[in-house]
């Protein structure tokens, strides 16, 4: 229940449209891969922001949490 609680509170923290907003004010052209690495609650953020960043760019976006990431051969 934690996690379901956690994912709808992330979704209404932000509106699309300001999530929209900041993706926008970043050049993704020179940008392929996108990394998000966090462990409990900023894992959960990470999975939503993974979501976001690939519905507004053309990145990869990967989540990791710390001990796989240090271990991931990128």
């Known amino acids: 229940d934690y996690i379901y609680d956690s994912i709808a509170i992330d979704r209404n923290v932000f509106t699309n449209k300001q999530i929209e907003n ?20 900023s894992d959960n953020a990470a999975v939503i922001a993974k ?9 990869e976006v990967m989540t990791y949490t710390p001990e796989i990431f240090v271990e991931t051969k990128l």
């Not at 926008?24 to 966090?38: A, P």
């Not at 979501?51 to 990145?59: I, N, Q």
């Open 51 to 59: 979501y976001d960043f690939e519905k507004y760019t053309d990145c």
């Open 22 to 41: 900041v993706v926008n004010q970043i050049d993704f052209s020179n940008i392929k891969r996108v990394i998000f690495v966090g462990s409990g609650s």
